[in-house]
T-cell receptor, first 109, second 113 residues
């Protein structure tokens, strides 16, 4: 079983749609959780950290369920510029940072 | 610049040759990570350095792969006797502290013929 698993998609949604991505992790001792965004042929960049109580940044909401070892990212009112691959990242108790395979999102006019 | 710098940006080599990839992290960042990304795939963890601690080599796919970090700064990833399946983009990232935000370089694209 992979340490971090994501639905690869692709998700094709119209502008203005709400879309949600899920991620599961296998190591119950994992310390921190993040969502990164990677544009085509570019390096990944931090989108947001995921806090235990859930957190929101504009149109983006991240949630963590430690009991189920599950992380989610919700994007509301999708924009064309949201088209990218979204990577779930988990920090282990050794401070190693493990990435999921990513979920590809395409927002269409 | 102030970002993570990787070189070469592109490397084409023949099967069986050795290659060295270099990463110059952001000044003052104590943690340095190497990942490999094949076309259309996610990031595969290779190795992680934190300060002067022994590196976490658990992700290196074979003993042909090795990495070092000299003086807590620049890192070199070496692949010996390259194989075609080694073809990928090798990404380096640094962070101020272990587990903090990762800042990536633009990667080194390796093609093994």
């Amino acid at each position: 079983r992979k340490e971090v698993e994501q639905d690869p998609g692709p998700f094709n949604v119209p502008e203005g749609a709400t879309v949600a991505f899920n991620c599961t992790y296998s190591n119950s001792a994992s310390q921190s959780f993040f969502w990164y965004r990677q544009d085509c042929r570019k390096e990944p960049k931090l989108l947001m950290s995921v806090y235990s109580s859930g957190n929101e940044d504009g149109r983006f909401t991240a949630q963590l369920n430690r009991a189920s070892q599950y992380i989610s990212l919700l994007i509301r009112d999708s924009k064309l510029s949201d088209s990218a691959t979204y990577l779930c990242v988990v920090r282990g108790n050794n401070n190693d940072m493990r990435f999921g395979a990513g979920t590809r999102l395409t927002v269409k006019p | 610049g102030a970002g993570v710098s990787q070189s070469p940006s592109n490397k084409v080599t023949e099967k069986g040759k050795d290659v060295e990839l270099r990463c110059d992290p952001i000044s003052g960042h104590t943690a340095l990570y190497w990942y490999r990304q094949s076309l259309g795939q996610g990031l595969e963890f290779l190795i992680y350095f934190q300060g002067n601690s022994a590196p976490d080599k658990s992700g290196l796919p074979s003993d042909r792969f090795s990495a070092e970090r000299t003086g807590g700064s620049v890192s070199t990833l070496t692949i010996q006797r390259t194989q075609q399946e080694d073809s990928a983009v090798y990404l380096c990232a640094s962070s101020l502290l272990a587990g903090a935000e990762l800042f990536f370089g633009e990667g080194s694209r390796l093609t093994v013929l």
